[in-house]
């Protein structure tokens, strides 16, 4: 889950005195959940090739959720990564993108 939407969850989860109401006037309840993001302490592996994916990357996901998707085409990378920066608003810098994808399309540990 892109930060962004972590801190707008924590934020909507304290509790407060714009929160005492819990419907508001349209009729819609607000309830407050708990989210559990899978950790991890492993990193992409290859050194300096690696470097883009892992300053990108792990910050809302785990290089093992990562390393277990299925071989894709660099076509589907590339959509893969402009999908999670345009739809989730992933904070990837755009220099950052091709290195991102060709280290998800060519890296051999990649693929069991």
């Not at 714009?18 to 607000?30: E, F, K, Q, S, Y």
């Not at 050194?47 to 809302?60: E, S």
Request: hydrophobic letters at 45%; aromatic letters at 4%.
């Amino acid at each position: 889950m892109p930060r962004h939407l972590l801190a707008a969850a924590a934020i909507l989860a304290l509790p407060g005195p714009t929160w005492a109401a819990p419907v508001a006037a349209n009729g819609i309840t607000l309830q407050s959940t708990t989210v559990n993001l899978p950790t991890g302490d492993l990193t992409f592996p290859g050194g300096k090739p690696a470097d883009a994916i892992n300053n990108n990357c792990l910050a809302c996901h785990s290089a093992e959720m990562v390393l277990d998707q299925p071989k894709l085409t660099r076509a589907q990378w590339q959509g893969e990564v402009d999908k999670m920066r345009a739809l989730y608003k992933a904070p990837v810098d755009t220099k950052d993108v091709p290195a991102i994808v060709d280290y998800l399309a060519t890296n051999p540990g990649l693929h069991p």
